[in-house]
């Protein structure tokens, strides 16, 4: 089932930078949050009576996780293009790596050179499903980079720390936090999206969500599964991350040998052995949040950040395994309450909390190079 989740005022997602009112002053606000944020929020949302909250949370699973505006879904910009001045998505081809200088075999580069510098989305690049849908099918049309900023608005918002004995201010206390309302100048709806199983809310009412817990709307999407299955007869993969994505050797997932960048995958009754020939990966994210039931921060982790594509080469299985194991799954490595080992690996192979949510693709011509795709 998908949910979207609008703000009745403005959000507030905190990031890993420490904050308080007395050695470090200022916060700002994440956007779109972490999925586990929406399973603490749908978890105490749910509307079936007499169950508890543990009980909920182990039915609960978070599966993707987004933005919407005009009922279209957002998606982070894969990070295997490059943004032109005019803000059209060029992908970059694969190519070999120098002797020496990479980890992998192969590396990316622009299909052609140019003087051009590349833009930077303010608050980030998105693409809309159906550009995504041509580029995970190798499509060579070009695609729209959408900034993040187009559609919120960031404000700051000063505060000071109150004495709760007395219930007066205390002197140099104060602080302040950058939150988000999210709508664009046109004053059209950016929604918070999120596919949950294992729940039921009632979407007439209200929710809490993030830091301070502000409220927010919340009602049931009409619509089905995104994003369908790609065919190919390839040898040759690619793996794009629309959600952060928590692996156990950091930007290798523990299944990859970090030697020979082979590896087996295998669920139930699909197995595929590949070969990892190129990554595009962006700067590490730090996972935290807070936990409810004990009281106290969550341990931190790092995160390969969404829009990271993994190119594989397929030594054993076919392409339709690669669709069945990966395609709309949560890859991520680590479980929230069991961290990288499970007592039952077979039945949470997958994270249940909407990391590493991923979507395969074809490697189109033009972007495999040298390669034979």
């Known amino acids: 089932m998908f949910y979207a989740i609008d ?3 403005t959000f507030f997602f905190r990031n890993a930078s420490p904050f308080d009112a007395d050695l470090s002053q200022s916060a700002s ?14 978890r105490y949302a749910d509307t079936t009576p007499g169950r508890s909250s543990s009980v909920i949370s182990r039915a609960l699973k978070i599966g ?16 295997d293009t490059w943004v032109s001045p005019s803000f059209k998505l060029e992908r970059l081809s694969l190519v070999p ?5 990479s980890p992998l075999p192969y590396c ?15 608050g980030g690049g998105y693409v809309e499903e159906a550009d995504l849908s041509r580029y995970l099918e190798g499509a060579d049309r070009e695609a729209l980079c959408l900034s993040l900023s187009d559609f919120v608005k960031r404000e700051g918002h000063v505060g000071i720390q109150i004495d709760r004995s ?8 104060w602080y302040s936090i950058e939150k988000v309302r999210p709508v664009d100048a046109c004053n059209r709806r950016c929604s918070l999206v999120v596919e949950a199983e294992g729940v039921s809310v009632d979407t007439s009412s209200s929710i809490k969500l993030g830091g301070e817990a502000r409220a927010a709307s919340i009602r049931r999407l009409e619509r089905e599964e995104s994003f369908a299955p790609v065919t190919s007869s390839s040898r040759y993969f690619k793996l794009y991350l629309a959600a952060p994505a928590i692996f156990k050797q950091g930007w290798l997932p523990w299944w990859i040998d970090p030697v020979t960048k082979e590896g087996v995958f295998a669920y139930k009754k699909h197995r595929i052995r590949v070969r990892l020939l190129s990554a595009a990966i962006g700067r590490h994210v730090a ?3 807070f936990s409810m039931e004990k009281r106290h921060p969550k341990e931190m982790r790092y995160a390969v950040p969404a829009g990271s594509v993994y190119f594989f080469e397929i030594i054993e299985g076919e392409f339709k395994d690669a669709v069945k194991l990966f395609h709309r799954k949560c890859v991520s490595d680590y479980r929230e309450g069991y961290g990288f080992v499970y007592r ?30």
Do not use: H
């Open 7 to 9: 703000a009745v005022d």
């Open 29 to 42: 606000s994440l956007f779109p949050p972490f999925p586990s944020v929406y399973a603490g929020a749908l």
């Open 64 to 79: 993707f996780s987004g933005l919407m505006v005009d009922g279209r879904l957002l998606l982070p910009r894969p990070l």
């Open 97 to 101: 790596s120098p002797v020496g200088s």
């Open 108 to 122: 990316l580069t622009p299909v052609t050179l140019t003087e051009d510098k590349e833009v930077e989305p303010r």
């Open 166 to 173: 007395s219930g007066s201010s205390r002197s140099g206390l």
């Open 287 to 289: 996972v935290g949040g």
């Open 344 to 373: 039952n690996w077979d039945r949470m192979r997958y994270c249940d909390r909407g990391y590493g949510y991923s979507l395969v693709g074809t490697i189109g011509a033009e972007q495999g190079g040298v390669l034979n795709v």
